[in-house]
């Protein structure tokens, strides 16, 4: 009998022994706590990036001659290639209305874009301004961008997501980058639409999947895969 009982104290020993160096190897494989500075340029952090989804962004700032302007303090909002693709196939869609034989690619933006057009484009995403959550609301505030006359609205938003009764209730806290069409929309029975009821005129949401990385020239924030570049409808 005391040999089962010692049996037995060495299997639970052994079984807690695992469970504390599989913790143990979890706190090691999740990073630790993260780094929101990175040494290095705006322009450098977005073509070091492990997973290369910016090379098609940086082929734009580069034809239009950006890098200066990506380099200097202020803040990017940046499209990665999912949303210059989204940009591509949208303007596919639209010239096969007329002839389902034509095509859009990256060649044909470059083709019919001068370099100012496509800084126009691009611009819209830069601002001058150093934007942070903290500067950020609900409502939104309206900011300049790096092209002369084009402002976009910035706003910190809560959302009903990753909440758990009676474990986690802080709800968490989303920036977008909205381009306002006519007058900038209110909330009405629940949802926000214009004030002047065109369906058309609602404004265009970008919300930003990663925000708050600090380079050594500005700050950036990148917008979700699902955006359409230039702010395209």
């Not at 949208?90 to 019919?112: C, I």
Request: positive net charge; charged residues 25%.
């Amino acid at each position: 009998m005391k040999k089962i009982k010692t049996t037995y104290l060495l299997i639970v020993a052994f079984t807690m022994t695992l469970l504390v160096m599989a913790c143990q190897k979890d706190a090691i494989i999740d990073g630790g706590l993260s780094n929101e500075k990175v040494d290095m340029t705006t322009y450098d952090f977005l073509k070091s990036h492990y997973t290369k989804r910016f090379d098609t962004t940086l082929m734009i700032i580069d034809k239009a001659g950006m890098k200066d302007l990506i380099n200097s303090p202020g803040t990017f909002f940046v499209p990665n290639n999912f949303t210059i693709t989204n940009y591509l196939n949208a303007k596919r869609e639209q010239a096969r209305k007329k002839d389902e034989r034509l095509n859009y690619t990256l060649d044909s933006l470059f083709k019919f874009f001068t370099p100012k057009m496509l800084r126009d484009s691009m611009g819209i995403y830069f601002f001058p301004q150093r934007i942070v959550r903290g500067d950020l609301n609900a409502t939104g505030t309206a900011f300049q961008t790096s092209v002369p006359g084009e402002k976009l609205d910035v706003s910190l938003e809560v959302v009903n997501q990753y909440t758990v009764d009676g474990v986690i209730t802080n709800r968490p806290e989303y920036i977008y980058l909205n381009k306002i069409l006519g007058a900038k929309d209110i909330l009405k029975d629940g949802a926000k639409v214009d004030p002047s009821g065109d369906v058309k005129l609602k404004d265009i949401k970008g919300l930003c999947q990663t925000t708050g990385i600090i380079t050594n020239t500005g700050v950036v924030h990148v917008l979700a895969n699902n955006h359409i570049w230039s702010f395209k409808q």
